[in-house]
């Protein structure tokens, strides 16, 4: 049983978990009876933060069966991931130069997804995921085009799933941090042009590395 406060989010860090251990492998059809009764809480509270997850991608919800863990594929991951490649560092090149106060946030960012990534077990592939898509939103907050910021935040928010099972599935993410870490002191240092190609380089690369990781569709889909 969990504690109670903050409740959506430790339901929602305990669906995580299971999801990265996979005792709710990609596929699985949450029953939310059992689901509940085995965390100690009503329904509600769970459909809320199930809502939650399902808004970053890690589930999805079928209009009257309730909420699914999405397949996970590498072919729809290297999609997702090419049209990132263009569009992110694109929004970037538009929100530059970054303030101060953002370029310390992504600063931060690092020294904690570098400290979670040290760290074995399933929580490595969640500081992947989160590292990516705080990175982007961070990147790109400052971009005038706001369409084109929630349409690379709702591609960033369906790849995450993709990132944490990656790293479960064998990929190692030091090259990746390492990337990250050129790509902050491009940024530290104003160098705009620079960023905005190291950015899309790297994306390209690690989404590639990754997807290598990911299973294929299912012959005939």
Not at 14 to 39: M, Y
């Amino acid at each position: 049983m969990i504690e109670r406060k903050p409740l959506r989010a430790q339901v929602q860090k305990e669906i995580l978990t299971r999801i990265a251990d996979h005792r709710l492998p990609p596929g699985t059809r949450i029953n939310e009876s059992h689901l509940s009764v085995d965390l100690g809480i009503s329904r509600t509270p769970l459909r809320e933060a199930m809502l939650g997850l399902e808004a970053v991608g890690f589930l999805r919800s079928d209009l009257g069966r309730g909420f699914v863990v999405p397949p996970i594929s590498g072919d729809e991951f290297r999609q997702t991931q090419a049209m990132l490649a263009r569009m992110a560092p694109y929004a970037l090149s538009m929100a530059q130069p970054l303030p101060g106060g953002r370029v310390m946030e992504l600063n931060n960012l690092l020294g904690r997804s570098r400290l979670r990534v040290s760290q074995p077990g399933p929580d490595r592939g969640g500081a992947v995921a989160d590292l990516i898509y705080r990175w982007s939103a961070l990147c790109v907050a400052g971009c005038s085009n706001q369409m084109l910021v929630a349409e690379i935040g709702r591609l960033e928010a369906l790849s995450r799933r993709c990132w944490q099972e990656a790293v479960i599935l064998g990929f190692e993410p030091g090259g990746l941090l390492a990337g990250y870490d050129e790509l902050y002191e491009l940024l530290r240092t104003d160098h705009p042009a620079e960023a905005v190609v190291n950015w899309e380089n790297l994306i390209g690369r690690f989404a590639a590395e990754a997807a290598r990781h990911l299973p294929a569709p299912p012959v005939g889909t």
